[in-house]
T-cell receptor, first 117, second 109 residues
Framework: EAGVAQSPRYKIIEKRQSVAFWCNPI?????LYWYQQILGQGPKLLIQ????????DSQLPKDRFSAERLKGVDSTLKIQPAKLEDSAVYLC???????????????FGQGTRLTVV | KNEVEQSPQNLTAQEGEFITINCSYS?????LHWLQQHPGGGIVSLFM???GKKKHGRLIATINIQEKHSSLHITASHPRDSAVYIC???????????FGQGTILTVHP
């Protein structure tokens, strides 16, 4: 079974530029998560999709971050414009979680390491 | 205040030693996940447990629901076990994972 695929693996941009990350979850997984992990800290949830609907984006800085999952499969996360403090690893994860189900195992991608200079 | 507290933050061991990493969690969390993250790598799910004990190879995870405490044990540790180990809880709305701070484990040969 293929895992969660993310691209690119690494990205270096200047502040105020834009960047986009792509995630392809495990086939059949309805739930998709985007996490931000700053060096030395645990991951922080940015947004959670159930199919193509957003169920939690309370910690997404909506003035500069956006995410979509138009067909309920692949997802993109965009930052526009980037700030220095956005330097982090952006992790995508997916799970089979069905609506109302609380505890399911999440599978993570390799992450995209973003450096903003 | 984080709902998941992990200790120790850093752990150094000699090859072959028995290792324990602890995790305490708050009310509302009904399952604990143990995750492993290698430098520069993604996160791998090791265990998800809501009661009792699970074992996979040299890894053992236990959870005490009454005390809201979970432990990850590594028997006969090896340098390739060096990684960051993270516990995370679910049980809040929508199955959101709440992460602990992580434990950086270094096993010396």
């Amino acid at each position: 079974e293929a895992g969660v695929a993310q691209s690119p693996r690494y990205k270096i941009i200047e502040k105020r530029q834009s960047v986009a990350f792509w995630c392809n979850p495990i086939s059949g997984h309805a739930t998709l998560y985007w996490y931000q992990q700053i060096l030395g800290q645990g991951p922080k949830l940015l947004i959670q999709f159930q199919n193509n609907g957003v169920v939690d984006d309370s910690q997404l800085p909506k003035d500069r971050f956006s995410a979509e999952r138009l067909k309920g499969v692949d997802s993109t996360l965009k930052i526009q414009p980037a700030k220095l403090e956005d330097s982090a690893v952006y992790l995508c994860a997916s799970s089979k979680r069905a609506p109302g189900q609380v505890n399911t195992e999440a599978f993570f991608g390799q992450g995209t390491r973003l450096t903003v200079v | 205040k984080n709902e998941v507290e992990q200790s120790p933050q850093n752990l150094t061991a000699q090859e072959g030693e028995f290792i324990t990493i602890n995790c305490s969690y708050s009310v509302g969390i009904s399952a604990l996940h143990w995750l492993q993250q290698h430098p520069g790598g993604g996160i791998v799910s090791l265990f998800m447990l809501s009661s009792g004990k699970k074992k996979h190879g040299r890894l053992i995870a236990t959870i005490n629901i009454q005390e809201k405490h979970s432990s990850l044990h590594i028997t006969a540790s090896h340098p390739r076990d060096s990684a960051v180990y993270i516990c995370a809880g679910t049980g809040t709305s929508y199955g959101k994972l709440t992460f602990g701070q992580g434990t950086i484990l270094t096993v010396h040969p």
